[in-house]
């Protein structure tokens, strides 16, 4: 059972200094842990829920390397959780009215790996800030979200938006519109000379549809080779999609996203297919329910944030479907594939 770390502790006081550390890195800033530190026997988390963080007791006790008796072997281990809670925390969580969100818990597992990619970027930067230059990383923790998510980067990575821009545009967006950040990279760096400007929003939904993974709501507690294997079958229905866009832009007249066929008015197709099942399995095999109430979910050892269950996931209209014509790029997609402009929140979507 987690219990609480008293605020006036000295483990808090060097939990919150290097919390403080860890956000000055997050370009969003959003603020999302409540001050709530817990101590538990598992891998910890940060709830979506409540902004309540919980980390290992051990990792708190032994590891801090500002807590009397840490043990310089943990150091790493604690200074990176550190980091990777405060990643989670300072990003928001939804975007209002965006038809390409997910909001559900395949966001989650994917924003589990994408924050350990993230905390593996940003960690001799934070070891710097917090006065320990000599501390390496130790990726032997990778879980499998991880290794899913770094994968995934790497596929959706290019020439016209690259790996380390990638990363940033993904920590500059909501959890709920990660998927569509990576399809939007995928738009850019392998579609961009047959999808127009105006058509983007619907092709990268087509291609968050290929990336909804049923294995994202599982992997936090999964191995590394088991997220390299899912980001395997990924990259396989990302390809086969992208094959058939271009497949699709080269004929004239019917839609892209209707496999040839004429679409009714209002009509949209679900990326993704299927609904996930009701039955789900935790980080530790037990299997976890979710009810028709929309009770909270389970990614890995993290529960769901509860107004994300049952919502859309991408399938909202886009208020235009994709008409890729003759496959020549038009003025607007030329000028805009290989940079976008930047709002407060990050890339502005098209």
Known sequence: MAEQVPRGSATYVEFARLYGLAAQLQPNRAGRWNGELRASNGLGHFDHLTGTIEVNRTLLRDGLPGVPGSDPRLRARALATVLQRATQAEMALDAADEPNAV??????????????????????????????????????????????????????????????????????????????????????????????????????????GAMLHPAWERLAGRSSEAGKQVA????????????????????????????????????????????????????????????????????????????????????????????LGDGSRSQATIGGAGQQARGPHGPERR
Do not use: C, W
């Not at 790996?163 to 545009?169: A, F, P, Y």
């Open 103 to 208: 909001r559900d818990d395949r966001s989650l597992g994917l924003n589990d790996g994408i924050t350990s990619v993230r905390t593996a970027e940003d960690f001799s930067a934070f070891v710097q800030l917090a006065g320990h230059p000599q501390v390496a990383f130790d990726p032997s923790q990778r879980t499998g979200t991880a290794a899913a998510a770094n994968d995934l980067i790497n596929q959706a990575s290019g020439l016209r938006v690259d790996r380390v821009e990638l990363i940033d545009q993904l920590g500059q967006q909501p959890v709920s519109m990660q998927f569509d950040q990576l399809a939007d990279a995928v738009v850019q760096n392998r579609l961009h000379d047959v999808v127009r400007a105006d058509d983007q929003p619907a092709v990268r939904r087509e291609l968050v």
């Open 232 to 323: 395997e079958e990924i990259g396989r229905a990302l390809n086969s999609k992208v094959d058939e866009i271009r497949r699709e832009a080269s004929r004239p007249g019917p839609d892209v996203a209707t496999g040839g066929a004429e679409r009714a008015p209002g009509a949209e197709r679900a990326p993704g297919g299927a609904a996930s099942s009701d039955t789900q399995v935790g980080s530790g095999g037990e299997e976890k329910y979710r009810s028709d109430a929309g009770e909270p979910t389970v990614v890995g050892d993290a529960p769901a944030a509860r107004f994300l269950t049952g919502m859309a996931s991408a399938h909202g209209a886009t208020g235009r479907t994709p008409s």
